[in-house]
């Protein structure tokens, strides 16, 4: 069993930088991956970034790459994506997912490889 607990998000402006954090308890060290999607009103959910827990291998969305970086604490069990350069088309409400088994290539953007969700942090970018 485990737990994922998002915080961090909130209004800000474009240009400006939030960062959001995922705890997660319970049986953390039958994790595998972690990632960050996102989800507008009226949008499908959306892949953001994902990162190995014992390698520390990342991937991130094209949109988003060299603006959001997500990094991991193992000590912590805590997973964080740092977000610079907001955009108004960066708000969303964000999950934090966590896998426990390895992703392959191609799957890692789905949200089917998954196992694990939190309720997600509002982020909200104005213009």
């Known amino acids: 069993q485990v737990q994922l607990v998002e915080s961090g998000g909130g209004l800000v402006q474009a240009g400006g930088s939030l960062r959001l954090s995922c705890a997660a308890s319970g049986r953390t060290f039958n994790i595998y991956a972690q990632a960050w999607f996102r989800q507008a009103p009226g949008k499908e959910r959306e892949f953001v970034a994902a990162?190995?827990?014992?390698?520390?291998?990342?991937t991130h969305l094209d949109s988003v790459k060299g603006r959001f970086t997500i990094s991991r604490d193992n000590a912590k069990n805590t997973v964080y994506l740092q977000m610079n350069s907001l955009k108004p088309e960066d708000t969303a409400l964000y999950y934090c997912a966590a896998s426990l088994r390895p992703i392959l290539r191609g799957v890692v953007f789905s949200d089917s490889a998954y196992d694990y969700w939190g309720q997600g942090t509002q982020v909200t970018v104005s213009s």
């Open positions: 990162i190995s827990v014992s390698g520390g291998t990342t």
